[in-house]
Nanobody, 128 residues
Framework: QVQLVESGGGVVQSGGSLRLSCAAS????????IGWFRRAPGQEREGVSGISSLDDSTYYTDAVKGRFIISRAGGKVYLQMNNLKPEDTAVYFC???????????????????????WGRGTQVTVSS
């Protein structure tokens, strides 16, 4: 299994930005489908964004669409988070899997939940 490490979390004021990174120990993530997930206190894990290994298409849940951007560079995957809101406060996790051969959509995130390797998460706190 791929060992993933998330970084870039922190405390930011509402309206601010953060960039999260997802890296693999000993691997580059260019050929992996990647998803970002988050878990807020007292809530279930939520899929936030994904990028396909087939065509680098991207997917965003409605809550972050237009504010977050997922991208690949240098063997890592990033989540640029802009115009952050207090409701974005959560621990953010990345997950990776080889395949499936599909464009990015909610089903890709479901696949990553079942088959992905996971990092330990990075805390994002947005103050109002």
């Amino acid at each position: 299994q791929v060992q993933l490490v998330e970084s870039g979390g922190g405390v930011v004021q509402s309206g601010g930005s953060l960039r999260l990174s997802c890296a693999a120990s000993g691997f580059i993530l260019d050929y992996y489908a990647i998803g970002w997930f988050r878990r807020a206190p007292g809530q279930e894990r939520e899929g936030v964004s994904g990028i396909s290994s087939l065509d680098d298409s991207t997917y965003y849940t409605d809550a972050v669409k237009g504010r977050f951007i997922i991208s690949r560079a240098g063997g890592k995957v990033y989540l640029q988070m802009n115009n952050l809101k207090p409701e974005d406060t959560a621990v953010y996790f990345c997950a990776a899997a080889r395949g499936p051969q599909t464009s990015a959509n909610s089903a890709l995130l479901d696949y990553l939940v079942d088959h992905g390797s996971w990092g330990r998460g990075t805390q994002v706190t947005v103050s109002s």
